[in-house]
């Protein structure tokens, strides 16, 4: 861990990771801003508006600020180092010493992890400052109508259970699309295209189901593959889940389904690495 520590954070990593946090607190100013949470009326009627806020942050619909900065984060975690030290052969005494094929799955294994502690470190910073700065985090137990769609509440009626379980299921979530972006780099040559390659394939995979569902018989099934599933559990409430399936089975599908295709691809790039270097 300690020597994988060493190789893929350093100086730079941390400019540009402190740049993204940056642009991420830059952009809760702007969606408080652009939203009814401003309203002070709406505080005195809901007390829990400071929590509503922080899911709010997380609608890519509504608010894509946060989505989009955590996109351009994910390559340059451990990715796209990785991706320069192979072009450049820089890694070659290491592979030689554990082989190729462990340096590519310790590295992969090591990109989950620490997309994992960054972004969920990045959550509760955000949820940190908007208690400090925007709205206080006040948690209730309101018992609201059926069928409402509470933000505050969609994996447990406890709103504090609720919280802790959304962190980490995030942080998750996006280690995921951190993992799907590693097993992309080996069709994009270029680095710089790469570093930025995160904001493309994520807007594409909010795409993807509205552009699938045309296609196939029942078409809410589309959106089992949605990306809002795992990087922004239930909050959207565009339409209902299909199958009547619970937000957290909506999570638990759609990860299963990603992590085939990931293994799959993860498959493909130790191979095609093996083949040509």
């Given at each position: 861990?300690?020597?994988?520590?060493?190789?893929?954070?350093n100086?730079?990593?941390?400019?540009?990771?402190?740049?993204?946090?940056?642009?991420?607190?830059?952009?809760?100013?702007?969606?408080?801003?652009?939203?009814?949470?401003?309203?002070?009326?709406?505080?005195?009627d809901?007390?829990?508006a400071?929590?509503?806020?922080?899911?709010y942050?997380h609608?890519?619909?509504q608010?894509p600020y946060?989505?989009?900065?955590?996109?351009l984060?994910?390559?340059?975690?451990?990715?796209?180092?990785?991706?320069?030290?192979?072009?450049?052969h820089?890694t070659?005494?290491i592979?030689?010493?554990?082989?190729?094929?462990?340096?590519?799955?310790?590295?992969?294994?090591?990109?989950?992890?620490?997309?994992?502690?960054?972004?969920?470190?990045?959550?509760?910073?955000?949820?940190?400052?908007?208690h400090?700065?925007y709205?206080?985090i006040?948690?209730?137990?309101?018992?609201?109508?059926?069928?409402?769609?509470?933000?505050?509440?969609?994996?447990s009626?406890?709103?504090?259970?609720?919280?802790?379980?959304?962190i980490?299921?995030?942080?998750?979530?996006?280690s995921?699309?951190?993992?799907?972006?590693?097993?992309?780099?080996?069709?994009?040559?270029?680095?710089?295209?790469?570093?930025?390659?995160?904001?493309?394939?994520?807007?594409?995979?909010?795409?993807?189901?509205?552009?699938?569902?045309?296609?196939?018989?029942?078409?809410?099934?589309?959106?089992?593959?949605?990306?809002?599933?795992?990087?922004?559990?239930?909050?959207?409430?565009?339409?209902?889940?299909?199958?009547?399936?619970?937000?957290?089975?909506?999570?638990?599908?759609?990860?299963?389904?990603?992590?085939?295709?990931?293994?799959?691809?993860?498959?493909?790039?130790?191979?095609?690495?093996?083949?040509?270097g």
């Amino acid at each position: 861990m300690k020597h994988y520590l060493k190789l893929y954070l350093n100086q730079k990593k941390l400019f540009i990771f402190t740049v993204i946090i940056f642009f991420i607190l830059l952009s809760l100013f702007f969606a408080f801003k652009d939203s009814i949470y401003k309203e002070p009326i709406y505080y005195q009627d809901y007390p829990s508006a400071g929590l509503e806020f922080f899911y709010y942050v997380h609608s890519v619909g509504q608010n894509p600020y946060h989505f989009i900065c955590l996109l351009l984060l994910l390559p340059n975690i451990v990715s796209a180092d990785y991706l320069t030290y192979i072009q450049k052969h820089t890694t070659y005494m290491i592979e030689t010493r554990i082989t190729q094929k462990q340096f590519y799955r310790h590295t992969f294994l090591f990109n989950i992890l620490m997309t994992f502690i960054i972004v969920f470190f990045i959550e509760c910073l955000v949820l940190i400052v908007i208690h400090i700065f925007y709205l206080p985090i006040v948690f209730q137990n309101t018992i609201y109508p059926e069928h409402y769609h509470a933000i505050t509440q969609l994996i447990s009626s406890h709103e504090i259970i609720n919280l802790l379980l959304f962190i980490p299921m995030t942080a998750f979530g996006y280690s995921l699309i951190s993992a799907l972006l590693m097993t992309l780099s080996t069709w994009i040559h270029n680095v710089y295209v790469y570093r930025c390659i995160g904001v493309v394939i994520g807007i594409g995979l909010v795409l993807l189901p509205a552009f699938l569902q045309i296609y196939i018989p029942i078409d809410n099934l589309a959106y089992i593959i949605q990306i809002q599933n795992f990087v922004g559990l239930g909050i959207e409430g565009v339409i209902d889940n299909p199958l009547s399936m619970s937000h957290v089975m909506m999570y638990i599908l759609c990860t299963f389904i990603y992590v085939c295709v990931i293994l799959c691809l993860a498959y493909i790039q130790e191979k095609r690495r093996a083949i040509y270097g």
